[in-house]
């Protein structure tokens, strides 16, 4: 353990001339961070997809069916971005702090994804799985900068 010229404790880190493999200043590190960040997005969007789908041929609320599905998938994309994702990137959080971020992003995004499908829908006529995949795309940008930055974070 070192600490700041300030007095703040810091975990020790690697030299300068050999960066962690898991640094988040790492290139190759942060692609296959983005891959796998992509990958378990493609699981879960599927399962929001399908879950949006479905309500919306049953009942034809393309706007709650949105906001339904969003919010089932969003429970197993924290899961699978902890653990093949992010992995102990955060740990210096309680569970609670990180899964209550998580939270928070999560409920950005699903006021984006409802705000973006209505807009595409109502605005430009879009049909509601074409508003609702460029809602998403909007999303997964958004909120990998915030998770990969603010919520899943490594103190170096």
């Known amino acids: 353990m070192t600490t700041l010229d300030n007095g703040d404790p810091t975990l020790a880190t690697a030299p300068a001339a050999a960066p962690s493999v898991a640094s988040n200043s790492n290139l190759p590190y942060r692609l296959r961070r983005l891959l796998r960040y992509t ?33 089932i998938a969003l ?38 994804t409802a705000v973006g499908t209505g807009v595409g829908i109502h605005a430009f006529g879009f049909s509601p799985a074409l508003s609702k995949t460029i809602a998403v795309l909007i999303c997964f940008v958004v909120l990998y900068m915030i998770r990969s930055r603010l919520i899943f974070t490594r103190i170096e």
Do not use: C, M
């Open 39 to 71: 990958g378990v997005n493609l699981v879960t969007v599927t399962l929001d997809y399908a879950i949006f789908l479905s309500l919306t041929h049953v009942y034809d609320v393309p706007i709650t069916a949105s906001i339904i599905a969003y919010a």
């Open 75 to 112: 429970t197993l994309n924290y899961d699978l971005s902890k653990r093949f994702v992010f992995g102990a990137d955060g740990s210096h959080k309680s569970e609670k702090r990180l899964f209550t971020e998580f939270l928070v992003t999560g409920l950005l995004g699903l006021v984006l």
